[in-house]
Nanobody, 117 residues
């Protein structure tokens, strides 16, 4: 199981970026896929998630600005980020969760997003 995140970069405040997370197999093997972020000195936080059924959820801080989506044909999920703010600066990680008799979490390597003011 591999998750490969990409798409980060440096952008000015108000700009946009799209992150991608490519899975090594079908994304439907995961009960939930999500994007997390971690800024220096802070705990990792959940940004957005999408269930295998397509339900989405967002952190209050990104609601209305970020959008999570998926392309099953490409085994990829996306995080479209609009109206970026300096406080969005962080390392962004994709996660895939499989729930069976226990919970299995798989993580991508992270992609850096830096928003300048």
């Amino acid at each position: 199981v591999q998750l490969q995140a990409s798409g980060g970069g440096l952008v000015q405040a108000g700009g946009s970026l799209r992150l991608s997370c490519a899975a090594s197999g079908s994304i439907f093997r995961y009960n939930v896929m999500a994007w997390y972020r971690q800024a220096p000195g802070k705990q990792r936080e959940l940004v957005a998630s999408i269930s295998s059924g397509g339900s989405t959820a967002y952190a209050d801080s990104v609601e209305g600005r970020f959008s999570i989506s998926r392309d099953p044909a490409k085994n990829t999920i996306y995080l479209q980020m609009e109206n970026l703010k300096p406080e969005d600066t962080a390392m962004y990680y994709c996660q895939g969760r499989i729930v069976q008799s226990r919970v299995y979490d798989y993580w991508g390597q992270g992609t850096q997003v830096t928003v300048s003011s």
